[in-house]
């Protein structure tokens, strides 16, 4: 589920959990979570790191690097309450904290690098710790629970944020833990996934040859760190890392005048491994927006609607029914049709420089819906 | 005192009540086996096996049965290698052969098996979605870039896309065999069942005859140490070029083609005398060094407009640098040959002894270049006894990019693996270069029957894909999650990257 006011107003986490506790039947009360943007307002610039730790040692550890390789102005446990039905919790806590800067330059690296490398050097090498999100601005809640119950447990009403997102997991080839839960993410970048990525193989060694180490085995983690390559590292626009991440058929990119057809020619023959193969619908939150998407032959289901300058997606319409009381269009988006919400006023481009603006961007070319919807009859 | 202490390995045996005595056997047979007076006789010391007599027999009255002659047990001295010794003995000579490594070595595609879908991420149903084999053969940007085109949508900017790589609808092309050691009716067939499938097949180092240039773009253009047929004219008409530094059959060996094989054509072709022997040696003699590699492929990127230009490496030990090595060099793919590959003559001894598996050799050079990040700089050709669709879809889960097959080529062309290619006496007209024989392979029907093998594998490996839940090859290959060992030690498959199965 995704939810996204375009307009910039903030939303109460609350409306997230009310998406997610129609669709509750779609899990098993083995892993739920929300990320939310735009929630910390008092802390713009400052990465936020959400912590969990299975002990005080890997609190330590963890706060160790830390302390080695940023200014940490902030440091306090999650807020939480007690819920029934939630137990087992980690440690959890967050901090604000920026790269220290005489490191960052030595280190060579873009702040923004600088975070993956600590996330990856965490989550690989700090036993029993686990970096939930490391972005401004938003930050990812989540544990094993229904969804509804980790929002209750996170305190969700006390947030506010133009963009939610939202996931019920029915763990089947993992067990159930609170790391394991989505979204995944990675600096501002988070991942709610429906579906499974049969394509894990290849996208996960296609990533470690440019350093990011897929640690928790999941195909959810390969999507968030995918996104942040194509977007921020190699500067690819939205519209067409999304096409590189569900490529046309080779039909149809045969069809497209010779101009366009060789831009997803090469998208495809250079991103083949890239590519995210298997039954999915993703929504992928970042600072300025979200987009939605399926695979390329819609294996999973995808909704989504739209009411004023809310832009809402969810495996379920019931979801949408729940929060928007009068949507002006409900449609099922294309198979590998991306749906793009972008916040107004936000910095977009949202990564690179590459960016067409909103209005500049044909759907000819990329299939994106950018102004108004032809509405899809939706059974 | 007896000329041979080695009893035929074959009895050909004629049911003369059944046998029409019409003599076609006679003329059938490549090696000479038969003489005819008023019925056929055989002589069993030279029959091959090869079943082109049995096939054309009308009577089928004709069976090919194994000389199972009683020699004692010896658990050491394997018939065969007492065999060996009585031969040499008698000819003081190497022994050669044809086609590939028959000995029973651990075949590794036969310990690997494939995973498959359920639940939670399904099946595709090839019959009813798309599954897509397309593959773009050559060198790729570390990443694509674009720019706004002013219309509302993007264009690529200057060397941002892969417009110099060879698209292919299947990851399936033919191996190199060149004209001279098979007959020009077989690289007829090759050439006009490439240009049908949309992918490519390869001279080997024999130069491409005047008749085949029309399918120039469907053809790789080989140049070996002996430079055989290498002008601008046949460097500009193939697809692209491919540099043969060894071969999977026989590393460390260069070509050899009998001067029996030299006639006018080939001489033509190969631009060197009649009935003189041709021979590539094994080291170019202008390629010492990683260095020198590169101003060759760099002179051949030149005289051909900037084609792509291909390696071929046999399969050896430290593969994975040389590959690096060549990748970094400017190659566009490497072509990698495992030492089961076949060829018309090698060395028995070498093509039995010298080399190590193909599948070792993909996952090594896939590893390698992941590790130094050039990965998408280099296709891998993998080739070496592909024997299968399966062992195609492994190769390429391993990390092949792309398999080629030449025995099986010359199976669908009627080849029975009698492994007499040597001899120049094919009985089915491959690989031989008397017309008598050239002239039973019809290159339409040729062209049709090898249509139908990769049509038919690629079918399966979309039957492949579709249990593994994917629907475009390139989500198989490199994808070696997909795949498991049964009996294989741990060290292998840590080499091969593939976990045991269950787990
Ligand atoms: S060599 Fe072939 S054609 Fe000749 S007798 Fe033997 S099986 Fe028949
Ligand atoms: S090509 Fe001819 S000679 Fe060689 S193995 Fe096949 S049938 Fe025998």
Redesign the interface.
């Known amino acids: 589920m995704g939810i996204c006011d375009e307009s910039g107003e903030l939303m109460s986490g609350v409306e997230a959990i009310k998406a997610m506790a129609v669709q509750r039947d779609r899990g098993n009360g083995l892993g739920g979570g929300f990320a939310g943007y735009g929630i910390y307002p008092e802390f713009p610039d400052h990465f936020c790191f959400h912590m969990m730790y299975h002990d005080a040692k890997a609190k330590e550890e963890a706060e160790a690097v830390f302390d080695r390789f940023f200014v940490v102005d902030l440091a306090e446990p999650m807020p939480t309450r007690p819920v029934k039905g939630i137990s087992d919790a980690p440690l959890l806590w967050r901090y604000f904290l920026n790269p220290d800067p005489h490191k960052l330059e030595n280190s060579e690296m873009s702040a923004e690098d600088y975070i993956v490398h600590t996330v990856m050097l965490i989550n690989s090498e700090v036993d029993g710790a686990f970096v939930a999100s490391s972005g401004k601005n938003m930050g990812a809640f989540k544990g094993v629970g229904f969804p509804e119950e980790i929002g209750h447990y996170y305190l969700l009403e006390e947030y506010a944020g133009h963009t939610w997102t939202g996931h019920n997991r029915f763990p ?2 993992t067990p159930g833990w609170w790391g394991g839960a989505h979204p995944f993410t990675l600096l501002d970048w988070s991942i709610v996934h429906n ?8 996208n ?3 990533l ?3 350093g990011y180490k897929c640690t928790l085995g999941t195909d959810t983690e390969v999507a968030a760190y995918l996104f942040d390559l194509l977007l921020r ?5 939205l519209e ?1 890392a999304c096409k ?1 991440l569900a ?1 046309p ?3 149809e990119i045969d069809r497209m005048p010779e ?2 057809a ?2 997803y ?9 890239a ?1 995210l ?3 999915f619908a993703i929504v992928l939150g970042f600072n300025g927006g979200m987009v939605a998407m399926n695979d ?2 819609k ?1 999973r289901p995808l909704v989504a609607a739209r009411q004023g300058t809310k832009l809402m997606v969810a495996s379920e319409e019931s979801a949408m029914r729940e929060v928007l009381d009068a949507p002006d269009e409900v449609w099922a988006p294309k198979a590998g049709e991306p749906v793009i919400a972008r916040v107004k006023g936000m910095p977009w481009p949202i990564h690179g420089d ?1 960016h ?1 603006a909103a209005d ?3 759907t ?3 299939g994106v819906h950018t102004a108004h919807h032809e509405p899809v009859e939706v059974n | 005192m007896p000329t041979s202490l080695i009893q035929p390995e074959f009895l050909v045996e004629i049911d003369y009540d059944k046998c029409h005595k019409c003599g076609r056997c006679v003329q059938q047979c490549g090696w000479g086996v038969y003489s005819f007076n008023e019925r056929p006789f055989p002589d069993d010391s030279k029959c091959r096996a090869c079943h082109r007599c049995v096939t054309y027999c009308p009577a089928h009255c004709i069976k090919i049965k194994k000389n199972d002659l009683a020699l004692r047990d010896n658990a050491n001295w394997s018939p065969e290698l007492r065999k060996n010794v009585w031969r040499q003995a008698e000819s003081g000579g190497v022994m050669l052969t044809g086609m590939g490594n028959d000995k029973p070595y651990l075949k590794i595609f036969d310990h690997l098996v494939l995973d498959a879908c359920q639940v939670t991420n399904p099946s595709i149903d090839p019959l009813r979605e798309p599954m897509e084999l397309r593959t773009y053969l050559g060198r790729k940007p570390d990443s694509v870039g674009v720019e706004s085109n002013g219309k509302g949508g993007y264009k690529l900017k200057d060397g941002g896309g892969v417009s110099n790589n060879i698209k292919l609808d299947t990851p399936i092309i033919f191996s190199p065999m060149s004209y001279g050691s098979v007959s020009l009716n077989v690289h007829k067939s090759l050439a006009m069942a490439a240009e049908r499938l949309g992918i490519l097949m390869n001279t080997g180092e024999g130069g491409l005859h005047a008749d085949l240039y029309p399918y120039g773009k469907n053809v790789i253009v080989q140049v070996a140490s002996g430079r055989f047929g290498v002008s601008p004219e046949y460097l500009n008409r193939g697809a692209a070029i491919e540099i043969k530094v060894g071969q999977g059959a026989k590393p460390g060996i260069g070509g050899h083609l009998p001067g029996e094989k030299i006639n006018k054509e080939v001489s033509t072709t190969r631009m060197i005398p009649q009935g003189s022997d041709a021979i590539s040696p094994a080291p170019h003699h202008d390629i010492y060094s990683i260095e020198d590699l590169r101003q060759l492929i760099y002179s051949l990127k030149e005289a051909s407009g900037y084609k792509p230009v291909g390696v071929k490496i046999a399969a050896v030990h430290n593969v994975g640098a040389i590959a690096s090595g060549i990748v970094r060099a400017g190659a566009d793919y490497v072509y990698l040959d495992g030492f089961s590959g076949g060829t018309g003559a090698a060395p028995a001894i070498i093509r039995d002894h010298v080399g190590i598996p193909l599948e070792i050799a993909i996952a090594v050079v896939d590893q390698r270049l992941r590790d130094e990040g050039i990965r998408n700089q280099a296709s891998i050709i993998a080739a070496g006894s592909i024997r299968s669709s399966a062992d195609a879809a492994k190769a390429i889960a391993l990390g092949a990019d792309v398999v080629a097959i030449g025995s099986a080529s010359l199976m669908a062309l009627g080849c029975h693996l009698c492994q007499g290619c040597h001899t120049g006496c094919c009985s089915w007209g491959l690989t031989t270069q008397k017309p008598e024989l050239t002239r039973r392979v019809d290159p339409e029907w040729g062209a049709e029957r090898l249509t139908n093998l990769v049509n038919a594998w690629s079918h399966e490996l979309q039957e492949i894909l579709g249990a593994l839940g994917v629907n475009a090859v390139e989500s198989l290959r490199g994808s070696r999650e997909r795949l498991r060992a049964v009996g294989l030690d741990q060290q292998t498959c840590e080499i091969l990257g593939v976990k045991p199965a269950g787990l």
């Not at chain 1, 579906?195 to 894990?200: F, K, T």
């Not at chain 1, 020619?265 to 491994?273: C, D, F, M």
Request: glycine share 8%.
């Open positions: 089947t080839n579906g499974e990525i049969s394509s894990y193989g290849i996960s060694r296609y470690e040859q440019f590292r190699h500067k690819l626009p067409l590189a490529s058929l080779w039909t101009e366009e060789e831009v020619r090469s998208l495809r023959a250079v991103y083949g491994p590519m193969n298997g039954p390329r032959i294996l590459l067409l500049e961007v044909s000819a070319v990329t």
